[in-house]
T-cell receptor
Framework: EPEVTQTPSHQVTQMGQEVILRCVPI?????FYWYRQILGQKVEFLVS????????KSEIFDDQFSVERPDGSNFTLKIRSTKLEDSAMYFC????????????FGPGTRLLVL | QQQVKQSPQSLIVQKGGISIINCAYE??????FPWYQQFPGKGPALLIA?????SEKKEGRFTISFNKSAKQFSLHIMDSQPGDSATYFC???????????FGPGTRLSVLP
């Protein structure tokens, strides 16, 4: 069964450093998303991406964040200058068409900012 | 208005029992209500979803009950099994928005 993959599984970084989280969505999916989950808290939407541009973003997704689909398979989330409060599990998800279709989540990247 | 409330925060059920998790929302524009199951270290996985044109949807041991007038929906897990032990999130979205609003989650433990 096809699945969303994410790398790395864990990332430790120093405050102020840039990090790039990588995702490979399911191959025939057209919509891509990033969510985050601070430890023990709910899943929060960050951004959706379709046709090489951001479709919607939440208030969490400020200028420190950016997304890119650099090639036909990868979807990346960049945090330019990490803060302590960026420590969380970051999930990538993808779906075939509209947002309300089943979203398939990846296993997540646990980011720890020291 | 964008919040989805969920209760209980945690739930302990004996094997074979019924697990019930409740959610409530305010935004009447929401028209899609999925439930996600999350095991430790894994991403959320869609379990079952409902739209407000039906009051109940059943898939195997999992049932969603939906009360549009009360703006509430619930997940029932019949014959709960230890393998059901996970965190369950309800969520909501609308046709025009492009993001899910998640509830805070319920940690279910099913005792053998």
């Amino acid at each position: 069964e096809p699945e969303v993959t994410q790398t790395p599984s864990h990332q430790v970084t120093q405050m102020g450093q840039e990090v790039i989280l990588r995702c490979v969505p399911i191959s025939n999916h057209l919509y891509f998303y990033w969510y985050r989950q601070i430890l023990g808290q709910k899943v929060e939407f960050l951004v959706s991406f379709y046709n090489n541009e951001i479709s919607e973003k939440s208030e969490i997704f400020d200028d420190q964040f950016s997304v890119e689909r650099p090639d036909g398979s990868n979807f990346t989330l960049k945090i330019r200058s990490t803060k302590l409060e960026d420590s969380a599990m970051y999930f990538c998800a993808s779906s075939t068409t509209r947002f309300q279709e089943t979203q398939y989540f990846g296993p997540g990247t646990r980011l720890l900012v020291l | 208005q964008q919040q989805v409330k969920q209760s209980p925060q945690s739930l302990i059920v004996q094997k074979g029992g019924i697990s019930i998790i409740n959610c409530a929302y305010e935004n009447t524009a929401f028209d899609y209500f999925p439930w996600y199951q999350q095991f430790p270290g894994k991403g959320p996985a869609l379990l079952i979803a409902i739209r407000p044109d039906v009051s109940e949807k059943k898939e195997g041991r999992f049932t969603i009950s939906f009360n549009k007038s009360a703006k509430q929906f619930s997940l029932h897990i019949m014959d709960s099994q230890p393998g059901d032990s996970a965190t369950y999130f309800c969520a909501a979205s609308n046709n025009y928005g492009q993001n899910f609003v998640f509830g805070p989650g319920t940690r279910l433990s099913v005792l053998p």
